[in-house]
């Protein structure tokens, strides 16, 4: 097996051409260490502007692992990095705050701006949350929708920090509405929104998605049995030309549950009736242990039930940054055009 260093180095070599179409393309967000996929499992080193983010989910680097790693990076990009590393290498990959490897200085921990695609991104080496407010696995994705959404209506659905909803504003898409049920997460949404000040207002609607949708759908919303549903926004039926549908593996409320891997078709279904008749449905399963060609199937089989005809599919890859040795990437999105 070779060491870090090796492993570090060839993964960076192999980017060579790719980082310089993504600079082109006005983007210096990226992965330049996919560790499950290039021989150090569960590290994670990606650039997000002027910062490196330094994830372990496995084991804890030590410090001189660490900054041999920035040395390498630095010396790769030409410039000098903000480095932050998270280890998240205990219970259920939470940061631990501690500290105890490096503590990242202040100029790294500031709010910081990050592109893609030509687009602003707040960028936070430590937030509330866990995860950084950018998943850059999903930058192919988000460059489709930016070019498939002049004139339309878009509904991004487990918004996140919007960052799809971004894209669409800045495709020219005449209306744009941005659901998810943490407010933090629309917080920074917004921030991303301001930081793009030439781009058209975006809508934000914090709720659980299934009364959202259902309403969306037409659909009732049902409560289950001995529970009282909680307070959720009022909103109109309608559909929407592009719909963007990118869910959690697993999450439980009071007005249903989130399951990627047995009930996929909860969530899909009110998300086909909420698309219009001749609109697309991006749908996504991060699920590394559910195949893609598994998924498609039931993702078809359920718009068939529904009655909606897909006129035809496509499945849009990661970028190269995010290699896959088997083929079956853990993030997978489907496009479907009604």
Not at 87 to 114: C, F, M, T, W
Not at 309 to 319: D, K, S, T, W
């Amino acid at each position: 097996m070779p060491s870090l260093d090796q492993a570090v180095r060839a993964a960076l070599a192999n980017r060579h051409a790719l980082i310089a179409e993504l600079h082109a393309q006005n983007t210096d967000c990226y992965r330049l260490f996919h560790g499950s996929q290039e021989g150090a499992g569960g590290l994670t080193v990606d650039r997000y502007g002027p910062q490196l983010m330094v994830q372990s989910f496995h084991q804890t680097l030590d410090r001189a692992e660490l900054l041999a790693l920035q040395a390498l990076v630095d010396e790769f990009l030409g410039l000098q990095t903000a480095l932050v590393y998270n280890d998240r290498s205990k219970g259920n990959s939470r940061i631990d705050r501690s500290d105890p490897v490096y503590v990242a200085e202040d100029a790294a921990l500031v709010d910081l701006v990050g592109q893609e695609w030509g687009l602003n991104y707040r960028v936070r080496g430590r937030h509330a949350g866990q995860d950084p407010l950018l998943f850059l696995d999903l930058r192919n994705a988000r460059g489709w929708v930016q070019r498939h959404s002049a004139g339309k209506s878009v509904l991004n659905l487990f918004a996140y920090t919007c960052g799809v909803g971004l894209n669409a504003a800045a495709g020219g898409a005449r209306d744009v509405v941005n659901l998810d049920f943490a407010e933090g997460n629309l917080a920074v949404g917004r921030e991303n929104g301001a930081l793009n000040p030439a781009l058209p207002a975006m809508q934000f609607v914090q709720s659980d998605y299934f009364p959202a949708i259902r309403q969306w759908a037409g659909l009732p919303i049902a409560a289950r049995r001995g529970q009282k549903l909680p307070s959720y926004p009022r909103l109109e039926q309608r559909q929407f030309d592009l719909v963007f549908l990118d869910p959690p593996a697993w999450a439980k409320s009071a007005f249903g549950t989130v399951d990627l891997l047995r009930d996929y078709q909860s969530l899909l279904k009110p998300a086909i009736l909420a698309t219009a008749e001749d609109g697309a449905l991006v749908c996504c399963n991060n699920l590394a242990k559910m195949p893609m060609d598994e998924w498609r199937e039931q993702v078809l089989r359920c718009a068939s039930k529904l009655g909606r005809l897909v006129r035809e599919h496509e499945q849009l890859p990661p970028a190269a940054d995010f290699p896959s040795n088997d083929g079956n990437p853990p993030l997978k999105t489907l496009v479907l055009h009604f």
